[in-house]
């Protein structure tokens, strides 16, 4: 018997520590996505005004729907902290629930992007006009891409966790998930920033 | 219809080149042969359970070993018919285009279908092991690795009968690798090869960085560790810094062709010369990423057949990290004739001597602890003995190269061409290899054979410098790289001849060395003295502590480590009479074997193809396939098993016995 819960505590330890380190990995994959973002910043940066005499940034970006975008993603954010908060009480349901209005929350932001681009390429600016114009979509593109994804994870882990509850397992994905919805807010802080706000500046 | 097929077979495969006839009719042989081995010989569920689904760093880094092997190969046969093309002035031997195409495959696969995978092959099979862990920190991410590896290296040699190869360089500058200038599949190729080998890549720096940092036994403070892993730990950071800037550049590049997007075109804004700061963000740190393994590698070898101590651990340790740092600040030292300002070359300049000190430090440090060792000459110390002198001058050379000024001169020339071999394969393949030849007996269980691998060191030794000496003098001659032929004139008149004929002797005497080691392999298989100790050399880290081959789960029992050299203490304990505490099992934790790694990858192959060809009905399945896989990943959490202590114990007394 006394063998018996050894062996179980053992195992036990083991599996935790594996969480944790898929944590850490987890983290350092972050790293490597900021080097991502970070040379997609910098190719902006050197292209943002190479707009071969088409518009720029001035006059094409409409400043309301990216308000809009950015106070949403923001509180996505706020409700992702949230669900953090209910699995650290073991709530199943109120998790699931913040986690559904998060995921709703980055739907809305995509659809608003997406609205932005379709008009932009309506109107003819398109990624294939001008290296101004292949940059900004890339940047902002790869974000929203980032974003789908996340939307993709969180609904599937909405699913393990109705299904398994809090478990180890499932606190580690759903912590990794967290970091990875902040991150792209971070990161949307700087698209705002350095594409919109001094863009239009 | 009959026509449309003709017309598309005739764009689809690549003709004309009686070359590539052979390739293909020896594609279609080789294959066959295989399928039909694995079918008479019944092993298909063998190659299923035991390979391709294995989550075992042990055996992911022999399927990296022989992958890199066979790059090897097809990189060498590359670099032979260049020198053949370039042996006498006016050669008809190959056509300039078909030229251009071999001087590029020639250098990706090199770089990164060789040298990574087989530095890969190398952490795979002896980290774990020489940190006392009993996996890496994400076997299953690392069979993940290795599957995408092997299908963009795939990919890429596919093109060599499959839509023709790219043609643009190794590095495929724009304008030449834009759309406008190679209409082509040749570059779509190549950016996808690369990128889903470089996504295995990245896997691989993050596995071994969080491997390094979590998963020493309980004892090994960092600065106990042994130095082949302190020299993986700085190549993981490296990696984990350049590959991403890597993954960028590739994907601009593929949307300027793709999307008809302006990141590297002449027109509309567009700026090729960011690309080239881009690529090179990578490329600098990449040989670095490189060579610091081969590093690390001389240090175990140097210290285990001086019987010594290394000289200077700490400043090995200091010099590495610090190479891993100023790796990132030397770019621009691949293109000082851009046009940048004085001050910005002077910055690059003196950050490339720079990073020559720590190097300079290691060199030292080598010959510091063979200094009143007692040196054994065995294969691995053969290499290494090889590598120093070779290195030395590389090195040098590349000094000279540094100085910004001088360097309008040498850029581009032969003299380039000359330093980088001497440095990639003075210091990287000859550290690999020393690198192979020290672990083999612990991956495999026996040696090689030495007097097969004295043949092929000296035919390599000898050739190398009878291929390299040669074109630091063509440099100054004026000879240019990727020139593909040359005229009488030049060639008697201006003397290149004879120096380039100089030349093409010595890679074949190269090729010879490499043949030998084919045979040395072969031999050694069936007639290689047996390791039944598992420490063959008089080794001094954990790695030869336990049997060799090691048993699946590395060691049965947690070592406990208390100094450096780990298992020299041990040993050294033994002589004194101190008995190791008794042994007490645990049952072991393992991961259990996934077929999702290499479904995934294959359909990141299907993907990469319908890219290429811009055929999304092949594309978007392919992604959609990619999904499929990562969602499955996600939704099982039947991963893992324990092996129980019986089972140990059985093991264990099996391979015990043998050694008793």
């Known amino acids: 018997m006394a063998h018996a819960t050894a062996e179980h505590s053992h195992a036990h330890e083991a599996h935790e520590s594996h969480e944790s380190l898929k944590v850490l990995g987890f983290w350092i994959f972050i790293v490597t996505d900021i080097l991502i973002f970070g040379t997609l910043f910098a190719c902006y940066a050197v292209l943002h005004t190479h707009t071969n005499g088409g518009p720029g940034a001035k006059e094409l970006f409409e400043m309301p729907g990216v308000i809009a975008e950015t106070f949403i993603l923001l509180t996505s954010s706020f409700t992702s902290g949230l669900a953090v908060l209910a699995m650290h009480k073991g709530k199943v349901k109120q998790l699931i629930a913040w986690l559904a209005v998060t995921a709703v929350l980055g739907a809305a932001f995509i659809g608003m992007e997406l609205t932005e681009f379709v008009k932009l390429v309506e109107e003819g600016h398109k990624i294939s006009s001008n290296a101004f114009l292949s940059a900004f979509y890339t940047l902002v593109g790869t974000h929203g891409l980032h974003v789908s994804i996340g939307l993709v994870w969180m609904i599937g882990l909405m699913i393990q966790l109705s299904r398994r509850g809090v478990t180890e397992v499932t606190t580690r994905k759903v912590t990794n998930l967290s970091l990875y919805w902040h991150f792209l807010d971070v990161i949307w802080i700087f698209v705002f920033t350095v594409v919109y706000l001094m863009g239009v500046m | ?660």
């Open chain 2, 1 to 660: 219809m009959w026509e449309n097929i003709k017309d598309f077979a005739s764009t689809f495969f690549v003709t004309g080149d009686p070359l590539i006839y052979g390739a293909d009719v020896s594609i279609a042989l080789t294959s066959i042969a295989i399928v039909f081995v694995l079918t008479y010989f019944k092993k298909w569920t063998w190659l299923w359970r035991e390979w391709i689904t294995t989550v075992d760093h042990k055996r992911i880094g022999i399927m990296y070993l022989i992958a890199s092997l066979l790059m090897l190969f097809r990189g060498g046969v590359d670099a032979l018919l260049m020198r053949t093309q370039l042996a006498l002035p006016n050669m008809k031997f190959l056509q300039a285009d078909h030229y251009n195409a071999v001087f590029t495959t020639h250098g990706t696969i090199m770089i990164l279908f060789m040298a990574m995978p087989m530095m890969f092959a190398l952490f795979n099979l002896v980290v774990p092991l020489q940190l006392g862990a009993r996996d890496v920190a994400y076997p299953f991410l690392n069979s993940l690795s290795f599957w995408l590896f092997l299908m963009g290296a795939m990919l890429f040699n596919l093109s060599f009968v499959i839509g023709g190869s790219p043609d643009a360089g190794w590095l495929s500058y724009p304008p030449l690798s834009e759309l406008s200038h190679s209409p082509g599949v040749g570059e779509n190729f190549y950016i996808w090869g690369i990128q889903i080998s470089g996504i295995g890549s990245l896997a691989t720096g993050i596995n071994f960085l969080v491997t390094i940092l979590k998963m020493r036994a309980p004892g090994m403070k960092m600065m106990k560790m042994p130095l082949f892993s302190w020299s993986v730990l700085s190549s993981s950071i490296i990696i984990i810094f350049a590959f991403p800037i890597l993954t960028v550049t590739l994907a601009l590049l593929f949307l300027d062709r793709f999307l008809g997007a302006h990141f590297f075109t002449m027109d509309l804004g567009g700026n090729p010369m960011m690309y080239v700061n881009l690529i090179w963000m990578w490329g600098h740190p990449e040989v670095y990423i490189v060579v610091l393994p081969a590093f690390g590698i001389f240090s175990e070898v140097v210290a285990t057949f001086s019987k010594k101590k290394i000289f200077g651990y700490n400043s090995m340790v200091f010099s590495m990290m610090l190479i891993s740092i100023v790796s990132f600040f030397t770019w621009a030292h691949h293109f000082f004739t851009m046009g940048a300002s004085a001050n910005v070359n002077v910055f690059f300049a003196i950050s490339t001597m720079v990073i020559g000190i720590p190097t300079g430090v290691k060199i030292f440090n080598w010959l510091f602890t063979m200094f009143r060792g007692r040196i054994t000459i065995t294969q691995p110390m053969l290499w290494t003995l090889g590598f120093i002198p070779c290195f030395a001058v590389g090195g040098a050379t590349g000094v000279m190269l540094a100085v910004a000024p001088a360097d309008y001169q040498y850029h581009n020339s032969y003299f380039l061409i000359a330093h980088f071999h001497q440095v990639l394969i003075g210091g990287v393949v000859f550290g690999y290899l020393a690198g192979i030849y020290y672990w083999w007996p612990k991956v495999f269980g026996f040696k090689l054979n030495d007097r097969l691998g004295k043949w092929a060191f000296w035919l390599w030794n000898i050739g190398f410098y009878v291929c390299f000496m040669p074109q630091y003098a063509l440099g100054f001659m004026g000879m240019t790289r990727r020139l593909y032929t040359y005229g009488s004139d030049t060639g008697w008149d201006l003397g290149w001849a004879p120096l380039n004929l100089i030349s093409t002797v010595g890679a074949f005497l190269m090729g010879l060395g490499f043949i030998f080691q084919v045979w040395q392999i072969s031999y050694s298989i069936r007639k290689g003295e047996r390791d039944l100790t598992g420490d063959p050399w008089g080794g001094r880290t954990l790695e030869w502590s336990i049997p060799s081959p090691a048993p699946m789960y590395n060691f049965a029992v947690e070592p406990q480590v208390t100094t450096d050299d780990a298992w020299w203490k041990v040993k050294e304990d033994r002589a004194k009479g101190i008995k190791p505490a008794p042994v007490k099992y645990e049952p072991i934790h393992m991961p259990k074997n996934s077929a999702i790694p290499f479904v995934m990858s294959v359909c990141w192959f299907i993907a990469g193809f319908g890219f290429v060809f811009d055929w999304m009905w092949m594309a978007i399945p392919g992604l959609i396939g990619v999904a499929i896989c990562l969602l499955a990943r996600s939704f099982s959490y039947d991963t893992d098993y324990y092996i129980p202590v019986d089972e140990i114990e059985r093991t264990e007394a099996a391979l015990r016995g043998r050694t008793v």
